[in-house]
């Protein structure tokens, strides 16, 4: 999977998370800012969660929150965490 595609199913995978809290457009809207649309440490949770899950890598939840404030920086850390192109 390359990283375009990663950060698709990480954004899809927020939206679903937020379970009907956060819709794609204000996710958009924020400019993909998990933190400015009022993600829920519940959702955040879920997201981790989803994460390794459907992409099969370890996420600490306990990691500083900057790596969870954006769906780039949640991506970003999905791939520093050992995510390839073939993954």
């Known amino acids: 999977m390359d990283q375009t595609a990663l950060r698709t199913k990480i954004f899809d995978l927020a939206i679903a998370a937020g379970d ?12 993909y800012s998990l933190r ?3 993600y829920s440490s519940l959702s955040y949770m879920r997201l981790i969660d989803s ?7 370890y996420l600490d939840p306990e990691a ?8 780039d920086t949640v991506t970003a850390l999905v791939v520093a965490s050992g995510v390839g192109a073939d993954a």
């Open 64 to 71: 500083p929150i900057e790596h969870y404030e954006t769906i």
């Open 36 to 38: 400015d649309v009022g």
């Open 51 to 57: 994460i390794e899950n459907e992409v099969g890598v």
């Open 20 to 31: 009907g809290s956060v819709s794609a457009a204000e996710l958009t809207g924020a400019n």
